[in-house]
């Protein structure tokens, strides 16, 4: 007999979603025509122990496929959207002033950036 589970996941975005399907055979071992109440209930005791097996994998499936794509929106969302953040946010990270001062003409061209870029100099060059 085969037994299968399948259940419907929402993925990261909008209006997307994943089924995860997986089926396993069961051998129910009944004679039909002397079986007692007793193997019945012992052959859906096993029917059940193997689909709560397959919903256990079907789940695990899933968490472990998405957690990629849950650590990249994550990402992605510390990544600011404003260029002018972009460009702050690259200067903050620069480790040196070499590096930094390849940020020097940008920085002249907004009053944030160059708030910026003056203020992560003097952290560098008082270090």
């Known amino acids: 007999m085969k037994i299968g589970y399948s259940e ?20 129910l071992n009944l004679d039909l025509v002397n079986c007692t109440d007793e193997d019945i209930a012992k052959a859906m005791l096993n ?3 193997v689909q709560y097996a397959l919903q256990k994998q079907v789940q695990s499936f899933f968490y472990e496929s998405n957690k990629a794509a849950e650590k990249a929106l994550k990402e992605a969302e510390k990544i600011p959207s404003n260029p002018t953040e972009s460009i702050i946010s690259d200067i903050r990270s620069c480790k040196s002033i070499k590096v930094l001062e390849a940020y020097k003409l940008i920085a002249k061209s907004n009053k944030l950036v160059q708030e910026a870029y003056d203020n992560h100099l003097k952290l560098l060059t008082n270090g």
Do not use: A
């Not at 419907?8 to 051998?27: A, C, M, S």
């Open 47 to 49: 029917v059940r122990k």
């Open 8 to 27: 419907t996941f929402p993925l990261i975005g909008k209006d997307r979603w994943q089924k995860n399907w997986l089926e396993d055979e069961v051998q």
